[in-house]
């Protein structure tokens, strides 16, 4: 073992021993870290607005300080955004991670001294746990590639802004940076395809031993490699180990993974975002991400079939249940309070406080409902794939609500195979069974008759891939809505796979 490995398997004990202190400690972690964040933002224009200075439980934050997505907390971010000190957070922020929203158009998400350094060491630990866990470490010697949007930056009134990715590359640390790929003349092309293409021919012929990135764009990377060289990634890649990823539930690429690979790799699932690292997975062996309590971020939770209720309950970890879908509101040390992110999560685990993200409160289909979620479409095309044996490319699910010669509503699932299936009939017919299982409101509608069983529309290669063109949101931190209540994407594919 190299003195870089042993010295990472040292570091990796240490570390780990702090996570365990906070995380099972984790409702006087979320306590002090409540205080702290009241403390110093009570002179802030928006603490002063919200009476920051008379705050001293909960109770009366959850009194003072509404909810609010990014729609509603606009004017406070445009203040920020113009240049003006003091208004979310003492001072100015670092940056602003830009993110590209459906109703606000731009979202400038603050990111300041104090938040920024969690979002390096959650990745960084994610690391650490798993090195810890496994006694493995000598991947530490080989490269690692980590997919990502470009680190140039914008200004605006003396603030950087870009991608979080690209704003993370920044901080990429000395001991990483000979190991790190691709170059930064690479990472800095904006066109997704001659980005993979460009860092396919860096890589080709280097020892890859950890590859990052979301799985739909990691696979396109794949393709390339395979298609150039007509090897598996594990043949090419000898020392490729650990595959890390985020954005997108891993589950049901999985197959088609290891098909591109030729065996198979351990994975670490990470919960970035650009309004905080919320969790990572610490436990090869655990189902769920571990939440991130002691990173200047506070957490509450709605349950998500009452969120959109007047009467609403807003909860602390010390009240959640394992297995029910929640709302997640962050208030964190770059400013946001009280934060809808969109997400929805199931825990996995209170002891530690382990997640699942199970999917966004505006993505689900209840067109008769049904609400069916993000997380419940994902397991059972996961489930039907493992009888039928079909390898997935990409999905998106969305209801015929209006369905041609009088025939009863369905809800239509567009998939991309890596091979198409010979009986698509039957794999219709799993998916629906295993959705029925999951969610009983769906199959109270099949059984009585007011919906009709699913019907795929198949997606010819490359068609999510040009959908996402399409729509300037190829590769990089752009991900597929897994399902919506609306036929906007799916007449955007239809039009596409009719050309």
Request: with cysteine; net charge neutral; hydrophobic share 40%.
């Amino acid at each position: 073992m190299s003195l870089k490995a042993l010295g990472a398997r040292v570091f990796a004990r240490r570390i780990r021993k702090k996570i365990n202190k906070w995380a099972f400690d984790p409702i006087k972690t979320q306590e002090r870290v409540f205080k702290n964040l009241i403390i110093t933002a009570k002179d802030t224009a928006f603490g002063k607005d919200h009476d920051f200075k008379n705050i001293k439980t909960y109770s009366d934050f959850a009194n003072k300080v509404p909810i609010r997505d990014y729609e509603e907390l606009k004017p406070y971010v445009n203040r920020v955004v113009e240049g003006q000190k003091d208004i979310l957070w003492p001072g100015k922020p670092l940056y602003f991670a830009k993110t590209s929203g459906t109703t606000s158009g731009a979202k400038y998400i603050p990111l300041t001294k104090e938040s920024m350094p969690t979002h390096i060491r959650a990745a960084r630990n994610a690391i650490l746990c798993y090195i810890e866990e496994t006694g493995k470490a000598d991947f530490v010697n080989g490269k690692m590639i980590f997919l990502q949007g470009s680190p140039e930056m914008d200004e605006k009134n003396g603030i950087k802004l870009g991608r979080l990715s690209g704003i993370v590359a920044h901080y990429v640390p000395k001991y990483l940076q000979k190991n790190r790929m691709p170059s930064w003349e690479t990472n800095c092309i904006e066109d997704w395809e001659q980005k993979v293409d460009a860092i396919v021919e860096e890589t080709i012929d280097q020892n890859m031993s950890i590859i990052s990135g979301i799985p739909p764009w990691v696979q396109m990377y794949f393709e390339r490699l395979q298609q150039k060289t007509n090897k598996t990634i594990g043949e090419l890649f000898k020392g490729f180990e650990l595959f890390i990823y985020g954005g997108v539930n891993f589950e049901p690429y999985k197959k088609t993974f290891e098909k591109l690979i030729g065996r198979k790799v351990a994975s670490i699932e990470l919960y970035p975002a650009s309004e905080g690292f919320f969790a990572f997975q610490d436990n090869q062996n655990e189902k769920g991400m571990l939440l991130q309590l002691d990173s200047g971020m506070f957490y509450e939770f709605v349950k998500a079939d009452e969120f959109f209720e007047a009467n609403h309950e807003r909860l602390t970890i010390a009240e959640v249940e394992v297995g029910i879908n929640y709302v997640m509101l962050v208030s964190t040390n770059a400013g946001l309070w009280a934060y809808n992110i969109g997400d929805t999560v199931m825990f996995t685990s209170t002891s530690p406080f382990r997640v699942v993200v199970s999917g966004r409160i505006k993505h689900f289909i209840s067109a008769f409902g049904e609400h069916v979620i993000g997380k419940e479409v994902e397991q059972a095309l996961k489930e039907a794939a493992e009888v039928t044996g079909v390898l997935i490319n990409d999905f998106t699910v969305a209801p015929q609500v209006n369905p041609e010669d009088s025939e009863l509503p369905y809800h239509e699932w567009f998939i991309e195979f890596q091979e198409e299936p010979e009986d698509i009939e039957k794999l219709s017919l799993e998916i629906d069974k295993f959705l029925r299982k999951q969610n009983s409101y769906y199959d109270d509608l099949i059984e009585g008759k007011i919906l009709k069983n699913l019907k795929i529309m198949i997606v010819p290669k490359d068609g999510f891939k040009n959908y996402m063109k399409s729509i300037g949101k190829l590769g990089g931190q752009n991900k597929l809505p897994r399902l919506s209540n609306d036929r906007n994407i799916a007449e955007k594919l239809i039009a596409i796979i009719g050309k």
